[in-house]
């Protein structure tokens, strides 16, 4: 048996509490001289979001079950509702109206008598699309009211920034032994490549080196090519002691020889005949 819309007991009675009052005495009934705007009805319509928000607030302002929903009075409710918002903003009763339709609709079906094999439950019930709808937007109302309940930004609390200046003692490395030596290096090898190049002049005459290799050939044998210069003399002394024997050549006071090819060289006085030659 389905539960009749009206209101418990205990609803009435706060509702007789809640009575407006005027210097102590209850104000049963609006005075004649009272003056309503037009559009004071749009602050309640406003309040709820669509036909299903509605439908919700009357089912659960009446208690009564979402699945076995009384069509007679919810619809009757309903359409109040629906009046009062014609009368004041007709564009904001548009989608009002079309849920009135359907309201209607499902009360007609319900009242009608049901063909034998729709009474075998071939047909579903005919508020079933609506349940489904009522149940599916206020799962999304509390979802969305528990959204909006957590803490939000410019709302409920405001970004703070804090500069805390802090000043960083930078800590030196410590100095070794190694890294005194290292930097001493450095300096030296730079001081080198700082440094300017002295050359001293050195006396070297070619006549001396030319009797110094004939005194090493007076005995008359051949002597290698190699021994008759001296490692000691340094560049410039072995290159006067060549240019000495180059001379000894070109004067023919030595003689030249090799038995072959890339074999040593060997050096000798030269004969009286060959130099008179």
Do not use: C
Not at 54 to 64: C, G
Not at 127 to 139: C, F, G, S
Not at 149 to 164: G, Q, T, Y
């Amino acid at each position: 048996m389905n539960m009749p819309l009206d209101l418990a007991p205990a609803e009435t009675a706060r509702e007789a509490a809640a009575v407006a009052r005027l210097y102590g005495e209850p104000m049963l009934e609006l005075p004649k001289d009272l003056y309503i705007p037009p559009h004071a009805l749009e602050v309640f319509l406003e309040a709820f979001e669509g036909p299903l928000d509605l439908l919700l607030y009357l089912i659960r302002k009446s208690n009564i079950d979402i699945l076995d929903i009384p069509m007679a009075p919810l619809t009757v409710q309903y359409l109040e509702y629906v009046e009062a918002m014609r009368a004041s903003n007709l564009e904001l009763a548009a989608d009002y109206l079309l849920m009135a339709a359907m309201l209607l609709e499902i009360k007609s079906r319900m009242l009608l008598p049901r063909p034998p094999r729709e009474a075998e439950g071939e047909e579903g019930d005919p508020r079933a699309e609506l349940v489904r709808r009522l149940l599916e937007y206020e799962q999304m109302k509390q979802a969305a009211a528990r959204l909006d309940a957590m803490p939000r930004v410019a709302r409920d609390f405001e970004w703070v920034s804090v500069f805390v200046a802090e000043k960083v003692v930078e800590r030196l490395p410590d100095v070794t032994l190694h890294d005194l030596q290292h930097a001493w290096l450095k300096i030296m090898k730079k001081a080198r490549l700082n440094q300017h190049h002295r050359i001293q002049r050195e006396e070297l005459s070619v006549r001396e080196h030319m009797t110094e290799i004939l005194r090493k050939l007076s005995d008359g044998a051949f002597v290698v090519f190699d021994s008759l210069f001296d490692p000691k003399l340094g560049p410039a002394g072995l290159v006067v002691s060549f240019l000495a024997m180059l001379e000894l050549v070109k004067e023919k006071l030595v003689q030249v020889t090799q038995n072959d090819a890339f074999a040593p060289i060997y050096v000798k006085l030269a004969d009286a005949s060959t130099e008179h030659a």
